[in-house]
């Protein structure tokens, strides 16, 4: 993967940045993605901020290598505090890492969210605790995406502030438009984990030590979603 072709994972997300948007992308890593849309004059303009100084050296060069110095600034910066006021940023990438890490990037960075940026986020697990800031901070979910790349399943979900909204709580766990669409890809995921959920409800039973309690309910709280989504 480079600027020049993404992971289909990327792709994906790269098609819901909104034609000619200001970009601001959160663990940009290599830069790959903002450089990629600006290659494609996709987007007019571009922030990639990156916590690490080894990712954030690989940024600068993408963006050297590919001239676009003036149209793409590199920050090193932890989170949104990358996103400063005149860079009037339209939409904000966070990709590749957990969604409770998204979730608390997302809330420690309140300060620099103007409110009307768009959120494409695509969380390595995690996705439920993601869901529930969102609705906590009067975020709707425009669209859901599942996709399976290299035997793993990726989500992407882009939001928009919008005002108060309610997801139910089997919603913020599978997601709401994808509970509704119900793809392919998306039985196939569900059907995965339940088989887990019911090894891992095995397994306490034949645990030495007590499982705590809450624990237990959560699981097969869990496995009676998914058994009642699939049937």
Request: proline share 4%; hydrophobic share 40%.
């Amino acid at each position: 993967m480079n600027e020049h072709t993404l992971s289909m994972r990327l792709e994906r997300v790269a098609a819901n940045v909104p034609a000619g948007a200001r970009l601001a992308d959160i663990g940009s890593d290599h830069a790959y993605l903002p450089v990629a849309l600006m290659r494609r004059g996709a987007i007019t303009a571009a922030v990639a901020g990156e916590v690490a100084t080894t990712p954030f050296h690989a940024a600068q060069r993408t963006v050297r290598d590919n001239g676009l110095e003036q149209q793409v600034t590199v920050r090193l910066a932890n989170g949104l505090a990358a996103v400063e006021p005149h860079d009037g940023i339209t939409a904000i990438s966070l990709c590749g890492m957990g969604g409770e890490t998204i979730r608390d990037i997302l809330e420690s960075g309140k300060a620099h969210l103007s409110g009307h940026e768009r959120l494409i986020l695509q969380p390595n697990g995690g996705e439920q605790p993601l869901r529930q800031w969102l609705m906590d901070n009067g975020y709707s979910i425009l669209s859901e995406e599942l996709l399976q790349e290299n035997r793993f399943y990726y989500e992407i979900i882009v939001a928009e502030r919008v005002g108060p909204v309610q997801y139910s709580a089997e919603e913020l766990y599978f997601g709401p438009l994808q509970m509704r669409a119900r793809s392919p890809v998306f039985l196939a995921k569900w059907r995965r984990l339940l088989r887990q959920k019911h090894k891992t409800l095995a397994s306490f039973e034949q645990a030495r030590q007590a499982v705590p309690l809450e624990k237990l309910q959560e699981i097969t709280q869990q496995a009676s979603w998914i058994t009642a989504l699939l049937a």
